[in-house]
């Protein structure tokens, strides 16, 4: 079955402490991954895609097939990350299906 | 000019009536969805359609009917409206395998 499992809800931090943000997914095939970002009252939007293995806002994220494992990580976190995570995973050419999401809170 | 459009951006309806909501994308993708998301925010595929032809439905009442008149379209009419489809609604657009291009989402309140 193809899935996206996102374990956590919520995940509240400091400004300024570690983030890492669980994303597992389930996938017989050859994954893309995402993950997006929607900011209070936004629309959804793209943050990064494994593919490019890039680096974004300070996030980055690292397709690790044998855990089926692409965990969102920001080695020191703002308080305007604070926000709603999803990561998604593409399969074949028209499907994409997004994990259950997690709220970052960043307190000051 | 915004890539992926959605009308209305609220509506507020009472139950029983029957909706639709509008979606247009000027990127030139062939791929379009449909999601909802509810209160707790968790985002679930509704429909995919390439091309203009249904590729996905997922488990969705029979209530709710996409329509893609062409395939910078994806409509979405909903019938005998129920208070539990009160949620937000968003659109997108994908040219596979790039990633998606949301609109900025449909808030249905249903009273």
């Known amino acids: 079955a193809q899935r996206v499992t996102q374990p956590e809800k919520l995940l509240s931090v400091f400004k300024g402490a570690p983030v890492e943000l669980k994303c597992n997914y389930s996938y017989s095939g050859s994954p893309e991954l995402f993950w997006y970002v929607q900011y209070s009252r936004q629309r959804l939007q793209l943050l990064l895609r494994h593919i490019s293995r890039e680096s974004i806002k300070g996030f980055t994220a690292d397709l690790n097939k044998g855990e089926t494992s692409f965990h969102l990580k920001k080695p020191f976190a703002q308080e305007e990350d604070s926000a709603m995570y999803y990561c998604?995973?593409?399969?074949?050419?028209?499907?994409?299906?997004f994990g259950t999401g997690t709220r970052l809170q960043v307190f000051p | 000019d915004t890539a992926v459009s959605q009308t209305p951006k609220y509506l507020v309806t009472q139950m029983g009536n029957d909706k639709s909501i509008k979606c247009e994308q000027n990127?030139?993708?062939?791929?379009m969805y449909w999601y909802k998301q509810d209160s707790k925010k968790f985002l679930k595929i509704m429909f995919s359609y390439n091309n203009k032809e249904l590729i996905i439905n997922e488990t969705v009442p029979n209530r709710f009917s996409p329509k893609s008149p062409d395939k910078a379209h994806l409509n979405l009419h909903i019938n005998s409206l129920e208070l539990g489809d009160s949620a937000v609604y968003f659109c997108?657009?994908?040219?596979?395998?790039?990633?998606?291009?949301f609109g900025q989402g449909t808030r249905l309140t249903v009273v």
């Open positions: 998604a995973l593409a399969t074949g050419t028209d499907k994409l299906i």
């Open positions: 990127l030139g993708h062939d791929t």
């Open positions: 997108a657009s994908s040219q596979p395998p790039a990633s998606a291009f």
